[in-house]
């Protein structure tokens, strides 16, 4: 099996209140935490069944001084973290925080030339260098940019890590655009509405139950901005924003109580979930 390199293979949540985050998405997502702090961070572990997935982590002071807010952040495994940095920085984007070693590994913050943030990590040699899966509940199933232009991006993605294009079974591929890596699609590109402030990525959460999910975002303080939506492929997706104000996404099956949301001040998302919605047809269903 191909390792996970050009792969997002871990999640970061940078938050206002970590402890109120760690409820939340435990109730909402099901996910396990625990407590992986040291003596220069303070640091929470959430893992999908055994399966270690990602962390939360204070927002820097000095990041919110500069106007920064809550996000999730998405990491793509690389070999040569300084390589790839400076590929970054010919390829015209930017690193915001240079290489450097952390909890998890050989780090960098960098943001596409259009302005999305993302992160790198080098795999430690002891953890398990597989895939992590886009199925099971708790896992992240989905990857999207919001670009400025679609189009002007991609070959950027396709260059630092090897993503191909992917074609939908039906739809129109010129509104989203798939992306694979080592013969998986795992996500999709497209131009963001102007309403949509800035270019960005956003991750899909798969949960057992979207009307029993997006219940419990509404119960614990976070907001439905748009969902749910059913998806051609039978699947239902929401978009959604967290107490502190971080966007994520869910995606799962219909119990019998789902119940849309009512229309949202945030109107990018309206004609955003139509397109996405088409683009990504060839999904299957997360496996339960």
């Known amino acids: ?22 409820d939340f998405y435990l109730r909402v997502v099901g996910w396990g935490a625990k407590d992986t702090s040291t003596s220069s961070l303070a640091y929470t572990e959430v893992s999908a069944g055994d399966t270690p997935i990602g962390g939360f982590m204070e927002l820097p002071e000095e990041a919110l001084q500069l106007g920064a807010t809550p996000r999730w952040v998405g990491y793509v495994a690389v070999d040569d973290i300084e390589a790839a940095a400076a590929q970054i920085k010919r ?33 430690p040699a002891h953890r398990d260098r597989k895939p992590i899966g886009l199925d099971g509940p708790g896992r992240v199933g989905w990857h999207e940019l919001l ?28 509104l989203y655009q798939l992306f694979s890596v080592g013969g998986q699609t795992i996500g999709g590109m497209l131009t963001k509405l ?58 799962g099956t219909r119990g019998e109580r789902a119940e849309r949301s009512p229309a949202s001040e945030v109107v990018w998302s309206a004609r955003w979930g139509d397109i996405a919605s088409r ?7 997360p496996k339960r």
């Open 1 to 22: 099996m191909a390792d996970q390199l050009g792969r997002f293979a871990w999640y970061e949540l940078l938050t206002t209140n970590v402890a109120a985050a760690r």
């Open 194 to 251: 102007p309403s949509v402030t800035q270019p960005c990525w956003l991750y899909y959460i798969n949960v057992d139950d979207i009307g029993v999910a997006t219940g419990q975002v509404n119960a614990g303080g976070g907001r439905v901005l748009q969902g749910p939506i059913e998806l051609p492929d039978g699947c239902w997706i929401a978009r959604c924003v967290d107490p502190q104000g971080a966007l994520f996404a869910l995606q």
């Open 91 to 123: 390829l015209g984007g930017a690193v915001l925080v240079p290489p450097t070693d952390s909890n998890i590994g050989r780090i960098a913050v960098v943001a596409d030339p259009q302005g999305a943030t993302f992160a790198l990590v080098t795999v």
């Open 147 to 174: 670009a400025s232009n679609r189009r002007d991006i991609f070959d950027f993605y396709g260059r630092l890590f090897g993503w191909r294009e992917a074609s939908a079974e039906t739809g129109p591929a010129d």
């Open 279 to 285: 683009g990504r047809m060839v999904l299957p269903k």
